[in-house]
């Protein structure tokens, strides 16, 4: 039995790739409500998103709002300041990686002397 163009036309036609009325799409309803899931979140993109938070940070004696990022740098200049090797390692190790001038160029002749008098020290 071969169906005529017109029946499919109807809005009531039952057949292939035409269920039946109750069972079909609603004027403005998609077929996949809860949409594709999300991917998971790099550990980047979370690390990125949390050093943009604000944090309250105390300088002179005033309270700052900054990022995190600028409060981690502080904290660490501070200390290596105070003489804490490993925060002065880690500082002169990211420097090195965000700028293609190596730090030994910049140095005047007596802070070449104290860079080498520690890097001997540190050797021991």
């Not at 009531?12 to 077929?31: A, E, I, L, M």
């Not at 002179?60 to 904290?75: C, F, P, T, Y």
């Not at 300041?81 to 005047?108: C, W």
Request: aromatic content about 8%.
């Amino acid at each position: 039995m071969k169906i005529k163009r017109k029946e499919y036309k109807k809005p009531d036609y039952v057949g292939y790739k035409h269920p039946p009325v109750k069972f079909r799409w609603q004027k403005g309803q998609t077929g996949n409500p809860h949409g594709r899931p999300k991917k998971d979140e790099s550990f980047r993109a979370i690390a990125e998103r949390e050093l943009k938070k604000e944090v309250s940070l105390k300088e002179n004696g005033r309270i700052r709002r900054v990022s995190l990022k600028v409060a981690i740098v502080k904290r660490c200049l501070a200390e290596a300041a105070q003489g804490k090797i490993r925060n002065l390692e880690f500082i002169l190790k990211v420097l090195n990686q965000s700028s293609p001038v190596p730090v030994a160029e910049e140095l005047t002749a007596q802070e070449q002397e104290v860079w080498n008098s520690y890097f001997k020290e540190g050797k021991k």
